[in-house]
């Protein structure tokens, strides 16, 4: 994982490489808060961030999250004064914080091509999460979650009609703001699946007697 964070960087136009500074954010910190000037933006070299905006009434929904080698916050560079969304480390992290000022600044055609690049990425990450969040429901969404889980699909599995056990990468609560969830909202759909024989809860694990049929829930939802 370090090669790759160091290549990543590397990989940093000239003229932006040398102007980052590192920081270190302690688990559930703040690296900016809703609304406030903009005045940085975010290369995570280790830990995770998440981005989340809060309503006039308080309720909280999580709209992204960039682990390593991802950005956060570079939408300002080029759109508005102020920050949409708060950024919150999940866990302890390193990040590369790069000041708007000193970015803008540069003069470089290659600074302004990478963070356009960037940006074209980051618009079609966003698509599939708004589909995510206004499509798919609570169950379809979860089980997309599932599936993201299981080792072997990073290896091209298309899934597989035995059993899987999935341990949970971090708290429900959280889970439950990744997929645009209540808890509660997480809680029923976990017993819905469980009582339809998709999954089962084992604790901090969650068994998935076929990663075959949970796949079909995914492609045909309404069935």
């Known amino acids: 994982m370090r090669d790759k964070i160091d290549a990543a960087m590397a990989s940093l136009p000239p003229g932006l490489a040398g102007i980052g500074r590192r920081?270190?954010?302690?688990?559930?910190?703040?690296?900016?808060?809703?609304?406030?000037?903009a005045a940085s933006c975010f290369y995570v070299e280790s830990g995770e961030i998440a981005m989340?905006?809060?309503?006039?009434?308080?309720?909280?929904?999580?709209?992204?999250r960039a682990g390593p080698g991802e950005w956060c916050g570079e939408v300002i560079l080029f759109a508005g004064n102020s920050y949409p969304a708060q950024a919150v480390a999940t866990r302890d992290s390193r990040v590369v914080e790069f000041r708007r000022a000193d970015i803008l600044g540069k003069a470089e055609p290659e600074v302004s091509a990478f963070f356009l690049s960037l940006l074209a990425r980051k618009c079609l990450k966003l698509n599939g999460r708004i589909e995510q969040l206004t499509i798919m429901d609570s169950r379809e969404r979860l089980a997309r979650y599932v599936l993201g889980l299981c080792p072997g699909r990073a290896s091209a599995c298309s899934g597989g009609g035995g059993p899987c056990s999935i341990p949970l990468p971090k708290k429900k609560r959280e889970i439950a703001a990744e997929l645009g969830m209540t808890p509660e909202t997480l809680s029923?759909?976990?017993?819905?699946?469980?009582?339809?024989?998709?999954?089962?809860?084992?604790?901090?694990?969650?068994?998935?007697?076929?990663?075959?049929r949970l796949l079909e829930l995914v492609e045909n939802p309404g069935e």
Not at 30 to 37: A, S, T, W, Y
Not at 52 to 58: E, K, N, P, Y
């Open 23 to 37: 920081r270190e954010a302690r688990a559930d910190s703040l690296l900016f808060q809703q609304d406030e000037p």
């Open 52 to 64: 989340r905006r809060i309503s006039r009434g308080g309720s909280e929904i999580e709209i992204a």
């Open 188 to 212: 029923r759909a976990l017993r819905q699946m469980q009582d339809e024989g998709y999954i089962r809860i084992d604790g901090p694990r969650i068994e998935v007697p076929s990663c075959d």
